[in-house]
């Protein structure tokens, strides 16, 4: 899972990025009839979603019937996806990479969220500083926002992949592993780092996402054969993020219960966990998909998505990114 900046662009840089669609896409049709699958897993970034669906928001904004599907781990949403089980899911921005890199027929039409502290790298009174990662077993899912978070740290402390020694596991797991002190390090992201620092009250965060601003952030993909025969689908549902993201805004407190709820924490355990995630609204999107995002979060994020060996061949922002739903709203 998950840290988030302050952005600003023109039009014309969207234009220059060829991410803005052809006119008739531009308009935003009614909603077509029939199920639209979504599939989520258990992190913060993705609770609008949740908020939504408890004060039915989806139906207000024109939906029928919209069923979030939730996954455990990314290797299963991302199969999903490939194989036409579900029509968009949320992942993080180098997932959605590597999808479009190794020929997945899918595009990014929503920047959901950054992470700042709710992705982190946990360590035991005995690891103290990055250097000392060298030799250490760390445990971390491979592929997903924990494996470009490590190779974040292992870069600012001057290592290499190979000073270290992985212990691939579920960022569900990642966590436990590390109290039962059966590794030092582990890498995750929340609820499991809450959950594993209310266990084991000595851990301590070592490295995170604000560690390095925009490394770590989420999006809504949607198949491109939904984008061309559902767009009104696709457009209803941004506004219904947005409608939640407004909603959360206003009932904080109320909302943040639902989200916890939602990915089997306590409120009371999550909250410093939300204070370090930024939810981007249907403006903030405006402002930012074709312009920052694209111009100086994309190839940060891409560098390291590469490095981890995630990205098979080359992606541009035009090939990734379609800003068209949230550009015309």
């Known amino acids: 899972m998950l840290s988030l900046r302050t952005l600003k662009t023109t039009l014309a840089a969207a234009c220059c990025l060829g991410l803005i669609a052809s006119a008739s896409s531009l308009a935003a049709p009614t909603p077509e009839a029939g199920t639209l699958k979504m599939g989520v897993e258990p992190w913060l970034g993705y609770g609008q979603w ?168 989420d999006v809504l993909v949607v198949r491109d054969d939904v984008i061309k025969n559902k767009p009104g689908q696709i457009a209803a549902l941004i506004k219904t993020w947005d409608a939640a993201v407004a909603h959360y805004q206003a009932n904080t407190p109320a909302d943040r219960a639902i989200i916890a709820k939602a990915v089997g924490a306590s409120v009371e355990d999550l909250n410093t966990a939300f204070d370090g995630v930024k939810y981007y609204t249907l403006a903030e999107n405006k402002a930012v998909l074709g312009g920052e995002y694209s111009t100086t979060t994309f190839p940060h994020v891409l560098k390291a998505a590469t490095e981890a060996g995630i990205i098979s061949q080359p992606v541009t922002p035009a090939q990734v990114i379609d800003a068209s739903f949230v550009n015309a709203q």
């Open 50 to 217: 949740h908020v939504a669906t408890a004060h039915n928001l989806y139906k207000q904004q024109g939906l029928d019937n919209v069923e979030v599907i939730n996954f455990a781990e990314d290797k299963d949403i991302n199969a999903a996806l490939a194989s036409g089980q579900i029509d968009a899911a949320n992942i993080a921005t180098h997932t959605a990479m590597g999808m479009i890199s190794a020929g997945l027929p899918v595009k990014v039409v929503l920047l959901l969220d950054r992470s700042q502290t709710a992705d982190a790298m946990l360590v035991s009174k005995d690891v103290t500083s990055l250097k000392d990662l060298k030799g250490k077993q760390v445990a971390y899912e491979e592929g997903t926002t924990s494996d470009i978070l490590l190779r974040s740290a292992l870069a600012k402390a001057g290592l290499k992949y190979s000073d270290i020694k992985p212990v691939p596991m579920p960022a569900s797991s990642a966590g436990s592993a590390l109290i039962a002190k059966r590794v030092p390090v582990a890498v995750t992201y929340e609820p499991y780092l809450s959950v594993a620092m209310k266990g084991d009250p000595s851990l301590k965060m070592l490295y995170s996402g604000a560690s390095d601003p925009g490394l770590i952030s």
